[in-house]
């Protein structure tokens, strides 16, 4: 007999069910959430390259993850042509932003945009606007924001790389995402958007941003490249934005009929669950920070 090496949580007599539950779903959730820390965070300090091809996997399960929140039925051939159509969105984005390849090559993004049309020109079935529609939001919603994610590598007038305001990025949300909770399941009492997400309070909102305007005070300290003020700044964008994000999520699960958008993270949900708010936020910090950069 195969010995279990799970953690026993619950070998107690007269143990609450209830209780050894959430003992195990707090232990899973922390062991998952630490797993995910140090791959983010560790792919961001080792070099922009292992970024790069870490994303290009999240990118690919969150182009499938988006797919399945879609009604619009696809045969195995059309999922090719929007995996490659999203995938290559990503690439050019990711290489042109770390400067590997030439600003030019974005003419190619308004083919992939443009050929997603013409592929649809000779199919006989009616979803054909439908489709349209999922691919587009599938490239803009997923694709080019973890593209973006690469540019953020690059930023002003500095030589090489820089991590400051990835590492910030990553921080200033998870904080605000832990904060938000935490601060909403003590004090919680009024709905942020109760028709979309029902658990989500005002009074936690709050939370996470007070929280997250913390966490960028601490990072002011130890990045100096921003001031404290641009830092505070971006860390309103960020949660501001972030916020959107999880909402716009939601909305799609749930027209979808579904809890989570997959099952990659254990205690956590897929790609678009953990990524949502980061995905949505991107653009708006790219753009913030280059304008500063001027």
Not at 47 to 59: E, K, R
Not at 111 to 118: A, E, S
Not at 136 to 143: M, P, S
Not at 185 to 202: D, N, Q
Request: charged content about 15%; glycine content about 8%.
């Amino acid at each position: 007999m195969a010995e279990n090496n799970s953690p026993q949580f619950c070998n107690f007599a007269f143990s609450d069910n209830q209780f050894c539950f959430l003992l195990k779903e707090i232990y899973t959730r922390t062991l998952t959430g630490f797993v995910f820390i140090v791959a983010v965070i560790g792919s961001v300090l080792l070099h922009p390259l292992v970024f790069f091809i870490l994303f290009s996997a999240v990118t690919y399960l969150g182009l499938q993850e988006f797919l399945k929140l879609s009604p619009v039925e696809s045969s195995p051939q059309n999922n090719r042509v929007y995996f490659a159509g999203g995938m290559l969105v990503y690439f050019l984005t990711a290489l042109m932003g770390l400067g590997y390849i030439h600003l030019q090559f974005a003419y190619l993004l308004l083919m992939v945009f443009f050929l997603v049309f013409v592929f649809e020109l000779f199919r006989k079935d009616e979803d054909s606007r439908q489709r349209i529609g999922t691919w587009f939001t599938g490239f803009v919603y997923i694709a080019l924001p973890f593209g973006l994610m690469n540019s953020l590598f690059v930023t002003g007038n500095l030589e090489g790389f820089r991590t400051d305001i990835l590492i910030g990025l990553f921080i200033i949300i998870w904080t605000s995402d832990v904060f938000a909770y935490l601060v909403g399941s003590r004090l919680g009492k009024h709905k942020l958007f109760e028709r979309i997400s029902p658990k989500k309070t005002w009074e936690g909102s709050l939370g996470g941003l007070l929280f997250a305007l913390l966490a960028a005070y601490i990072l002011s300290l130890f990045y100096t490249l921003f001031s404290l003020t641009e830092w505070m700044i971006l860390a309103v964008i960020i949660v501001l934005t972030g916020a959107l994000g999880d909402l716009i999520e939601s909305m799609l699960k749930r027209q979808a009929g579904l809890k989570d958008s997959g099952t990659l993270f254990p205690g956590h949900g897929g790609v678009l669950d953990r990524f949502d708010a980061v995905m949505f936020a991107t653009p708006f910090v790219f753009v913030y920070v280059n304008l500063i950069s001027l």
